[in-house]
């Protein structure tokens, strides 16, 4: 079972606060809103988060729904995936990523920020894990995504105390090469980050 440590969407954070004045909590819906299925084995601990990682889903097809019942199952597919042993999936112990970022701009949270999460071979240390879905080298993210994406990590810099510079995408941090997360989500990412 997962422990309700683990249902604790931002762990150590009680009373964020920036130059003074209350940040805003962007609203996420918990890991139980797509998946009953508890981790399947041990996570490394995250310990201090010091960075951020943002994925495109990247399937070979375009993701373009937005229902909030049919993004919970895709989610739970992607869970699978990344659960089931190989070489079906990837054999991991949940979900690999930490934050999930649909079309209509909801947040999903998906591994707990306790755990280390699986998105980037070596460099899964201190380093959240988000995938906006979609595969932007097909298409464009929504306004609501990249908002709800901004929203996020906006305030995972602010209470985790990350500056620009610790904001990267796959591509910038992977030993292999990657189009992840897409032409178009590059080019949004770069807009909001400023480099
Ligand atoms: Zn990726």
Redesign the pocket.
């Known amino acids: 079972m997962i422990s309700s440590l683990d249902e604790s969407v931002f762990p150590d954070v009680t009373h964020p606060r920036v130059a003074g004045a209350a940040i805003k909590v962007p609203a996420i819906l918990p890991r139980s809103a797509f998946t009953q299925v508890a981790p399947t084995a041990a996570m490394i601990p995250m310990g201090v988060i010091e960075r951020v ?4 889903s ?1 399937f070979p097809q375009a993701w373009i729904l937005d229902d909030q019942g049919l993004t919970a199952e895709h989610l739970e597919f992607i869970r699978r995936f990344h659960t089931d042993a190989p070489p079906a999936g990837r054999g991991w112990a949940d979900i690999g990523y930490h934050f999930a970022v649909d079309r209509a701009g909801r947040v999903w949270q998906g591994r707990s920020l306790l755990h280390q999460g699986a ?2 071979r070596n460099h899964n240390q201190h380093n959240v ?1 988000i ?1 906006v879905l979609g595969n932007f080298d097909l298409q464009s993210p929504t306004p609501a995504q990249v908002h709800g994406l901004t929203d996020l990590v906006t305030y995972l810099r602010c209470i985790y105390t990350m500056g620009q510079m610790e904001i990267w ?3 910038e941090l ?1 030993d292999e090469p ?1 189009s ?2 897409g032409e178009a989500l590059m080019a949004k990412v770069r807009a909001f980050r400023g480099f």
Request: aromatic share 0%; glycine share 12%.
């Open positions: 990682t943002i994925h495109h990247g998105h980037v894990g995938v995408t796959h591509r992977a990657t992840c997360p």
